[in-house]
């Protein structure tokens, strides 16, 4: 059974900082694309940042370029967002996202999401 579980959510003030956490299990990590998305009130839910399995690259919206990082650490099955200088606009629920291939075959896989408020 596949799970994707993340965690470090809240409530933070402008300029601070979060570090968001997923944890994986039922496939195999190591060889998943993972990513993080968001989706605020309203709106539709969008990339904010992805890595790649092998080499680990990565990618950021332009939104979040500079202030976030994401991470892997593939002895824990875990895939990390570190979140700084955050603002208002950054408020959202925040998605876990893997893409595991098995035999030719593309399985996308969702966490529950978590929340994450950015206000004074």
């Not at 709106?43 to 950021?60: C, F, I, Q, W």
């Not at 570190?82 to 595991?100: F, H, I, R």
Request: hydrophobic share 35%; charged share 20%.
């Amino acid at each position: 059974q596949v799970q994707l579980v993340e965690s470090g959510g809240g409530l933070v003030q402008p300029g601070g900082s979060l570090r968001l956490s997923c944890a994986a299990s039922g496939f195999t990590f190591s060889t998943a694309t993972m990513s993080w998305h968001r989706q605020a009130p309203g709106k539709e839910r969008e990339l904010v940042a992805h890595m790649t399995p092998d080499v680990g690259s990565t990618n950021y919206a332009d939104s979040v370029k500079g202030r976030f990082t994401i991470s892997r650490d593939n002895a824990r099955n875990t895939v990390y967002l570190q979140m700084n200088s955050l603002k208002p606009e950054d408020t959202a629920v925040y998605y876990c996202k893997a893409v595991s291939w098995l035999f030719g075959v593309r399985r996308d896989y969702w966490g529950q999401g978590t929340q994450v408020t950015v206000s004074s």
